[in-house]
C-alpha cells in the first residue's frame, strides 16, 4: 500500500527566508509525486510532480523539490518565502503501476509571518 | 493545464434532502474521476473513483447508497448526497485524469464544493 507522511501541521516563516515542507513517502513500486497547494475554500492547485529525470524539480510560484530515493522524500522548498505562500500544502503519492489513485499526506499549513 | 469544473461551489440543504454535485471536465476527456471529501483541518479522504459507463468503486467504509455516483458521458460525474444529515456537512472536491495524456497520475481538481445540512 502507498501512504505519504508529512511530519509537521505547521510551519512558520518570516517573508524573505527560505522555507521547507517535508514529505516522505511509501509505495511498493517506483512512485509517482506531487505537490499541491489549497487555499481557503477552494480547490487543489498543481504546483510540481516528479516522474522521471532530474531529482531536482522546479514548479510554479518559485517552488522546487527535491526527490531523495534513498530516504524517501520529496521536501518542497522555496528560497525566499511570501506572505501570499501562506495556504495548505499536500504531498501526494502515486504508484506507477497501475491505475491507482493519488494519496495524498495529511497537508501542512504554512504561514509566512511579514 | 486541464480545467475541472464543479458546480455548485456551496450548497446549503435541510436534513433529509438530497443534493447533487456535477463535476465537468471542461477541455479534456477523462474515463475516469475521484469524489474526495475533505473535513476541517484534515486531508483529502478519496470516497471513490468514478469510471465512466460503469459503476463506481468505493472505498471502505463509504455507502454507496449514500453516495450515489454516475458517470454518464467522458466529461461528467455527478455525487448525489441522498438523505443528507448534518454529520455529511463537508467540503467535496472531484479530481479528473487526462485519459489522451501520458499517464503520470496527475489529477485535475474541481474548487470544491461545501455542503451544509441543516
Known amino acids: 500500500a502507498q501512504s505519504v507522511a508529512q511530519p509537521e501541521d505547521q510551519v512558520n516563516v518570516a517573508e524573505g527566508n527560505p522555507l521547507t515542507v517535508k514529505c516522505t513517502y511509501s509505495?511498493?513500486?517506483?512512485?509517482?509525486l506531487f505537490w499541491y497547494v489549497q487555499y481557503p475554500n477552494r480547490g487543489l492547485q498543481f504546483l510540481l510532480k516528479y516522474i522521471t529525470g532530474d531529482n531536482l524539480v522546479k514548479g510554479s510560484y518559485g517552488f522546487e523539490a527535491e526527490f531523495n530515493k534513498s530516504q524517501t522524500s520529496f521536501h518542497l522548498k522555496k528560497p525566499s518565502a511570501l506572505v501570499s505562500d501562506s495556504a495548505l500544502y499536500f504531498c501526494a503519492v502515486r504508484d506507477i503501476s497501475g491505475n491507482t489513485p493519488l494519496v495524498f499526506g495529511k497537508g501542512t499549513r504554512l504561514s509566512v509571518i511579514a | 493545464g486541464a480545467v475541472v469544473s464543479q458546480h455548485p461551489s456551496w450548497v446549503i440543504c435541510k436534513s433529509g434532502t438530497s443534493v447533487k454535485i456535477e463535476c465537468r471536465s471542461l477541455?479534456?476527456?477523462?474515463?475516469?474521476m475521484f469524489w474526495y471529501r475533505q473535513f476541517p483541518k484534515q486531508s483529502l479522504m478519496l470516497m471513490a473513483t468514478s469510471n465512466e459507463g460503469s459503476k463506481a468503486t468505493y472505498e471502505q467504509g463509504v455507502e454507496k447508497d449514500k453516495f450515489l455516483i454516475n458517470h454518464a458521458s467522458l466529461t461528467l460525474s455527478t455525487l448525489t448526497v441522498t438523505s443528507a444529515h448534518p454529520e455529511d456537512s463537508s467540503f467535496y472536491i472531484c479530481?479528473?485524469?487526462?485519459?489522451?495524456?501520458?499517464?503520470?497520475?496527475?489529477?485535475?481538481f474541481g474548487e470544491g464544493s461545501r455542503l451544509t445540512v441543516l
Open positions: 479530481s479528473a485524469r487526462d485519459w489522451k495524456g501520458p499517464n503520470t497520475g496527475e489529477l485535475f
Open positions: 509505495v511498493s513500486g517506483n512512485p509517482y
Open positions: 477541455d479534456f476527456q477523462a474515463t475516469t
